[in-house]
């Protein structure tokens, strides 16, 4: 069974599930594109990526692409826990530069359904997190930007203290005041 809870940002949506479980284990379906169209998925699956994050406060992000290759992401948390996060940067939103985020984990299989035109990260919660992403366009580096995980302008609250972000995550600069969103 299926709950999709929306946010406090338009379009940004967490989704929960009751996995199947018997004695040989548990089974969960993590996509559907038939339920994902009543919350606003309907782009194909272009791409699927995996990460493996080893170390508690541990972040990954923020990231998005530009137009033309923005993409909508379902993100699940298949082992360990994440606070996972997107911030709204798109033109014109009332609710741009700002941030929700959920505890997703590999427990309860919840995920967020992200749209185009917010940038994503998490923090591993725990020692051994592993993510699985849908991604609804296929990666373009030429298109790819950041957005720095503690920027104070965003004020993302993380719960652990940040630990290894990568050398290009953590070279994205701060936002200034020209900064003004993305058209998805």
């Known amino acids: ?80 826990e994440i606070w996972d996060v997107a911030v709204d940067i798109r033109t014109g939103s009332p609710t741009f530069l700002g941030w929700c985020a959920r505890t997703l984990g ?7 359904l992200v749209p185009p035109g917010f940038a994503h990260g998490f923090q591993a919660l725990s020692d051994d997190v592993s993510v699985l992403y849908l991604h609804s366009a296929a990666y373009a580096p030429q298109d790819e ?7 104070e302008r965003l004020g993302v609250t993380w719960p652990l203290p940040v630990r290894r972000l ?11 005041r020209r900064f003004t969103g993305v058209t998805p």
């Not at 199947?20 to 194909?44: K, M, N, Y």
């Not at 930007?145 to 920027?151: F, I, K, N, S, V």
């Not at 050398?167 to 994205?172: A, I, V």
């Open 1 to 80: 069974m299926l709950v999709f809870r929306r946010t406090e940002l338009d379009g940004l949506v967490e989704i929960t599930r009751t996995p199947r479980e018997d004695a040989r284990g548990r089974f969960a379906r993590i996509f559907d594109s038939q339920d994902l169209l009543t919350v606003g998925w309907h782009w194909p699956v272009q791409q699927v990526n995996f990460s493996q994050t080893s170390g508690a406060g541990t972040v990954r992000g923020l990231h998005y692409q530009m137009p033309p290759s923005a993409e909508a992401k379902l993100v699940t948390c298949v082992r360990g």
């Open 166 to 176: 990568s050398e290009r995550d953590s070279s994205f600069p701060s936002l200034d």
């Open 145 to 151: 930007r950041g957005l720095h995980a503690q920027d």
């Open 106 to 112: 590999g427990a309860g299989l919840n995920s967020m």
